[in-house]
């Protein structure tokens, strides 16, 4: 739990930041790396999964339908307040007692440890999609890089085959764990855009 925690928190703060530097409000159709979404379905998916929907998860709540349809991003203080969700989010999980036994993840449960596994990478990997999109890094630690890898690794063959993940990119060997993770997530690290 320790660890997962340390990488949950070190993904919220990055993040926060991130969001901080999008343009308020973001444009509406701002082209994103995802298909099919532009930055503003993009920046409510990220806020809703990885914000509300990770304090329901942690306190074994289903997500409110009001918050599915919300658009969060319409708000010139969405930044703002997805950084306070962040935070009570990331505060329920730090109690140990979350994470023992399953949790209901709406596509059936997972182990607890599991499932805030898949919510670090979701952070993560659409806190990238959105730096990508405004300009910006997502930047990881070595440790937090290392585990986001391992999650990808473990999830990849179940994301693609439920579309979440595109194909595989190819990558040098010299690639960074991060690289490797956005690259087996379907998303070119050195692609249009890169830094």
């Known amino acids: ?44 998916h990220w806020v809703l999964y990885t914000a509300h929907g990770s304090e329901c998860r942690a306190l074994r709540r289903p997500i409110p339908d009001e918050l599915a349809g919300r658009d969060f991003a319409s708000r010139g203080d969405w930044a703002e307040r997805y950084a306070t969700q962040l935070e009570r989010a990331v505060g329920a999980w730090s109690d140990p007692a979350v994470w023992t036994g399953d949790i209901d993840t709406g596509n059936g449960s997972a182990p607890a440890a599991e499932t805030a596994a898949m919510l670090v990478m979701e952070t993560a990997l659409h806190g990238w999609d959105v730096a990508r999109a405004t300009g910006q890094e997502f930047r990881l630690s070595g440790p937090a890089a290392a585990f986001l890898l391992e999650t990808v690794e473990g999830y990849a063959a179940l994301y693609r085959q439920y579309e979440g993940f595109a194909h595989e990119v190819p990558v040098s060997g010299a690639a960074s764990d991060f690289e490797r993770a956005l690259a087996l997530s379907g998303r070119d690290p050195g692609g249009p855009g890169a830094l």
């Not at 530097?21 to 444009?27: I, R």
């Open 1 to 44: 739990m320790q660890n997962a925690h340390t990488h949950m928190t070190e993904c919220a703060t990055e993040a926060a930041r991130v969001a901080r530097g999008v343009d308020v409000p973001p444009p509406v159709t701002a082209p994103t790396v995802c298909d099919g979404w532009d930055l503003r379905e993009l920046i409510n």
